[in-house]
């Protein structure tokens, strides 16, 4: 099994991420925390740390799993 980079759109990163783990596909979203600061609050969030990517764990022959 091989690693792959797979590219996604902007800002959806962690949907991809969950949709290829349901289906049985082995996906990682690397992710850092990070304060947001507003004029009235703080928000702890977590920002991906390659934005636009995904990597996945899966056979070579299987790749075409993830495109469907």
């Given at each position: 099994m091989n690693w792959y980079v797979l590219y996604?759109?902007?800002?959806?990163?962690?949907?991809?991420?969950?949709q290829l783990?349901?289906?049985g596909?082995?996906?990682y979203c690397p992710v850092y925390s990070k304060t947001?600061?507003?004029?009235?609050?703080k928000k702890k969030i977590y920002v991906p740390?390659?934005?636009s990517m995904l990597l996945i764990n899966i056979?070579?022959?299987?790749?075409?799993?993830v495109f469907e």
């Open positions: 996604t759109k902007s800002r959806s990163e962690k949907k991809a991420e969950e783990l349901s289906i596909i082995n996906a947001k600061v507003w004029s009235d609050r740390l390659l934005p056979n070579h022959k299987d790749i075409n799993k």
